[in-house]
Every structure is written in structure tokens, then in C-alpha cells.
């Protein structure tokens, strides 16, 4: 069956250095969201892409984040600097389509926890 | 805005007992409603979903009817089992891509 892959799995980083999560979604899925998952509480999406193209980033910190997925298919999420309140989990998702109905139901990876010293 | 309102965990149940988590949604137009299951460090995974007014979702003996009236898409499951000791996440996509998650509920099941 296929799945939503992304690396690492784990990573622990000190504030002020930069790190990067890997995502690759199903094969043929045109849509791939970033979530953030604070312990406690449910993902919140931080980007959306459409294809190559970012649909939604809106509650993205551009300051410090920062989302490609170059030629449609895998993606990296960066952080840099990383920050104390960035410790969470980074969920990767994707659907076959970014309308509604049953065509955006959403696969999640197994995601990157993200721990800042 | 949309939003989803999940009944607050801990939910610890002996094992067989009958389950029932709360979901209670605000959203306009017509959304599409979800629920996600997430073990122990691993992502989420559907668990059902309803698409419209009195649909019941199912799967693994939990169920859930999307129930327009009172806005709410509870969880049920007649005879929990320890294996489903898990995170549950209510969640709506309102006519748009863009998921809305609950804040979970956390089950412990115990033997």
C-alpha cells in the first residue's frame, strides 16, 4: 500500500541552527500539505502546494520557514534559525486533488519530531 | 471561522467498555467530516469519514453519524479493546481543501 514517506523521523537541534525535513507524498498526488503538531493539540496546516505551486502559506513564518516542492513530486520544509517554540511534530500529508469531496482526503506520513535545545 | 470541539481526554475505559468521544463542529456551507486515529509516535490515520447530512461512517467496529441538527459527528465504539489505546482527532473540511482538527482526544484502554 502505498504511504506518505518523510525523514528523518526524529531530530534534535540546538536554537539558531538550521534544519530541514524531507517529504514524499503518494505517487500521483498532486496536492502536499506541512502540518505542525504542538503536543496537545491538532496538526495546523502551515502550507499547502498545488503541484510546484504554493497554494496556501498563510500561517507560515516566512521569517524563519520556508517550503519547495521543485518539481511537483518531493518536498523540504526548512527552519532557520530553529527557535525553543518550534519543538513539535511536522506532519506531512497529501491527496490526490486540493478541491473537495472525496478526491482531497488527506494521507499523513509518520512525521519528523523536531526537538530544539 | 471553522471550527471543531472535541470532548477532553483522558478517556481511560476498561477494556469491552462502550466508547464515546464528542465532536461538535461550527462551519458554513455543507463540510465533510473526519475522524483520525494516531498511536504512539506515528502520524494519523483515517479512521471514517461522512460526506454529507445522516451518513454514518464505519471501520473497525467504531462509527460515527454526521448529524446536521445538532452539529456533531461523535465517536462510538460498542467493546473497546486495549489495541485501541490512540489519540482521536475530529476533524471538517468545509467545501475547500483546508482541514480543521479538534484538539484530540487521548484513550487509554486498560486490560
Known amino acids: 500500500e502505498a504511504e506518505v514517506a518523510q525523514s528523518p523521523r526524529y531530530k534534535i537541534t540546538e536554537k539558531s541552527q538550521a534544519v530541514a525535513f524531507w517529504c514524499d507524498p503518494i505517487s500521483g498526488h498532486a496536492t502536499l500539505y506541512w502540518y505542525r503538531q504542538i503536543l496537545g493539540q491538532g496538526p495546523e496546516l502551515l502550507v499547502q502546494f498545488q503541484d510546484e505551486s504554493v497554494v496556501d502559506d498563510s500561517q507560515l513564518p516566512k521569517d524563519r520557514f520556508s517550503a519547495e516542492r521543485l518539481k511537483g513530486v518531493d518536498s523540504t520544509l526548512k527552519i532557520q534559525p530553529a527557535e525553543l517554540g518550534d519543538s513539535a511534530m511536522y506532519l506531512c500529508?497529501?491527496?490526490?486533488?486540493?478541491?473537495?469531496?472525496?478526491?482531497?482526503?488527506?494521507?499523513f506520513g509518520p512525521g519528523t519530531r523536531l526537538t530544539v535545545l | 471561522g471553522d471550527s471543531v470541539t472535541q470532548m477532553e481526554g483522558p478517556v481511560t475505559l476498561s477494556e469491552e467498555a462502550f466508547l464515546t468521544i464528542n465532536c461538535t463542529y461550527t462551519?458554513?456551507?455543507?463540510?465533510?467530516l473526519f475522524w483520525y486515529v494516531q498511536y504512539p509516535g506515528e502520524g494519523l490515520q483515517l479512521l471514517l469519514k461522512a460526506t454529507k447530512a445522516d451518513d454514518k461512517g464505519s471501520n473497525k467496529g467504531f462509527e460515527a453519524t454526521y448529524r446536521k441538527e445538532t452539529t456533531s459527528f461523535h465517536l462510538e465504539k460498542g467493546s473497546v479493546q486495549v489495541s485501541d489505546s490512540a489519540v482521536y482527532f475530529c476533524a471538517l473540511s468545509a467545501g475547500t481543501y483546508k482541514y480543521i482538527f479538534g484538539t484530540g482526544t487521548r484513550l487509554k484502554v486498560l486490560a
Open positions: 462551519a458554513t456551507g455543507y463540510p465533510s
Open positions: 500529508a497529501s491527496s490526490r486533488s486540493g478541491g473537495g469531496g472525496s478526491y482531497n482526503e488527506q494521507f
